[in-house]
């Protein structure tokens, strides 16, 4: 059920953007935009980077491109680039706080960003893909529980220091 939402929205936004505008016919909005780049799938990780590489048609949206990469964890972990995919997901937080709806798309925001470590991790050897993926996993956890101050319950913090001090 929710891979077929999903996969509808997807559809449905790649309409949006690929389909010649008919004449008279609006272009798509900034959140429909957005929502079509920042699903988990592949294909829209590809679309917002061919779009990153070429921001000038998306110039009119006001989106912001700014990115510290992964904040105050290491980019390149042992090794690994994580670059790319923090950037998505960095890409994907500042829009949706410009948007006002934050709140609402969080957590698939950081699906997306471990969809986006994993499948960083596929092209890397098999002999180093687990450590990859058991930093990917870490990656994950501390955006889903710390990825915006505003999101985090505070009583989650509180368990969170109690369970690792």
């Given at each position: 059920m929710v891979l077929r939402r999903t996969l509808a929205t997807v559809l449905t936004a790649a309409?949006?953007?690929l389909a010649p505008a008919a004449a008279g016919a609006a272009a798509?909005?900034?959140a429909q935009v957005l929502l079509s780049w920042t699903q988990t799938t592949a294909t829209s990780t590809q679309a917002?980077?061919?779009a990153r590489l070429d921001r000038?048609?998306?110039e009119s949206y006001g989106f912001d491109w700014t990115t510290d990469y992964c904040s105050s964890s290491p980019d390149n972990p042992l090794?690994?680039?994580f670059t790319l995919s923090c950037w998505h997901h960095d890409f994907g937080y500042r829009n949706y706080k410009d948007l006002g709806t934050f709140d609402a798309n969080k957590a698939?925001?950081?699906d997306m960003f471990y969809a986006d470590l994993k499948r960083e991790c596929a092209t890397y050897s098999v002999?180093?893909?687990a450590a990859c993926y058991s930093l990917a996993w870490i990656y994950y956890q501390a955006?889903?529980?710390f990825g915006s101050l505003e999101a985090v319950n505070p009583s989650d913090v509180d368990r969170t220091r109690a369970l690792v001090g």
């Open positions: 309409a949006l953007l798509p909005t900034k917002w980077n061919a000038g048609p998306w090794g690994f680039d698939r925001l950081d002999s180093v893909q955006v889903s529980i």
